[in-house]
């Protein structure tokens, strides 16, 4: 397990890591590893999960020997799509998301203040720039989530994407 990272009491529960039958029990269950994704994926500035890692502490627990399946992360990770807290990249083969730990318009808010702080209103910034933004918590997002949370801001009328290179803040 990541010793920096405040894993919530059902992760030592060896059921937890078992889809649960019981629709009460099971809506329970999806709410708990929502929050356990989200949480641990903002910890490690993961901006995509893939489904088929389950190795990685998240999926696995070594101190309890218990683990997901692939299918059972795909579970998990349709009932966060159904929420709008992930969205799969590939709807079809269903292998790698994107991870909301910010809705795309609260990430287009983050990256609008930010523009607004480091003198970047009403310029040019490439997406480079914003990617590799030092102490930004946007640091190191994927181009393609970069560029879904500018087309929220291009929406608020606060910027306009530039192709796939560059944004003009407003």
């Given at each position: ?157 606060k910027a306009e994407l530039m192709g796939d290179e560059g944004v003009k803040f407003f």
């Amino acid at each position: 397990m990541t010793s920096d990272f405040d894993w919530p009491s059902q992760y030592s529960f060896p059921p937890f890591f078992t889809i649960q039958p019981n629709a009460g029990t099971r809506k329970r269950q999806m709410q708990i590893w929502s929050k356990l994704i989200r949480n641990y994926c903002k910890s490690n500035q993961m901006y995509i999960l893939e489904k088929s890692n389950v190795d990685i502490p998240l999926f696995n627990n070594g101190q309890i020997g218990k683990h997901l399946s692939v299918q059972e992360v795909e579970t998990i990770l349709d009932d966060m799509s159904g929420r709008g807290e992930i969205e799969w990249i590939n709807a079809i083969e269903k292998d790698r998301c994107f991870v909301f730990w910010h809705s795309p318009t609260e990430w287009g808010n983050i990256i609008y203040s930010y523009a607004e702080s480091n003198g970047l209103a009403k310029s040019v910034a490439t997406l480079f720039e914003l990617t590799t933004a030092e102490g930004a918590e946007f640091s190191g997002m994927d181009i393609t989530m970069l560029i879904r949370c500018l087309k929220a801001l291009q929406t608020q009328g606060k910027a306009e994407l530039m192709g796939d290179e560059g944004v003009k803040f407003f």
